[in-house]
């Protein structure tokens, strides 16, 4: 039997629902690579995230429909207090730097910190190298952020939200090893994983609403 909600959306056409947190410094692209990821389109220009915007999509992962809920976060310092609030429930980080500027790559370790004090300890972290398109301005390279990863035992990838090169793929590598856990642990994720939800016509898409209405948007 299929359940719908306020927002008109049929629930019982995923199995697995994943919130995902987008991290990283102001400018690096956070906002570019949800647009690219939910409507494949590009924004030229920087419209600074204010406090916390949300969107989503639904991937088939291994033969199970995965809904993919993003909360992309305001890079700006000033908005830390409100975004600090949705780490706790993601089950998916990403940690965006851009390829043309070292200081964000500088500043990766930190956002880390963030997500290891106020994240579930299960969440799985993708570092993603943005503006891949350019190469000629590049100053961080793929091995460098490719040895950070691999010290911090995260996923990397090098993605372009202008090209859209890696976006889908960043997404769907991250759920992979969500849904792999998930499947090999045998375990229930209605029951022992807060942050994993299976369809049931819970009241997610109400709980987004009132996330909105406190935020700021
Ligand atoms: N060339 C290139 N430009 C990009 C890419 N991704 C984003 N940009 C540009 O970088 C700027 C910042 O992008 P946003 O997505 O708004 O940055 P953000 O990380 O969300 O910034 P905050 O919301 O302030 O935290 C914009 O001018 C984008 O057009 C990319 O992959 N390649
Ligand atoms: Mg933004």
Redesign the pocket.
Known sequence: MSSSNPLGEDKSKYDYMFRYIIV????????????QFTDNK????????IGVEFGGKTLEIKNKNVKIQIW?????EVYQAITRGYYKGATGAFV?Y?ITRKETFEHVEKWLEDVRTNASKDIQVILIG?????ESERVVSFDDGSSLAEKHNILFLE?????AFNVQEAFIKSAEKILEGILKSGVDPNKNNQNVKISSGDDDDDEIKEKKKKCCL
């Open positions: 990283g410094d102001s400018n690096v692209g956070k906002s570019c690579l949800l647009l590009f924004r030229q220009n920087h419209e600074a995230t992309d976060t305001a890079g700006q965006v851009d943005n503006k891949k398109d350019l993605t372009s939200a202008k090209t």
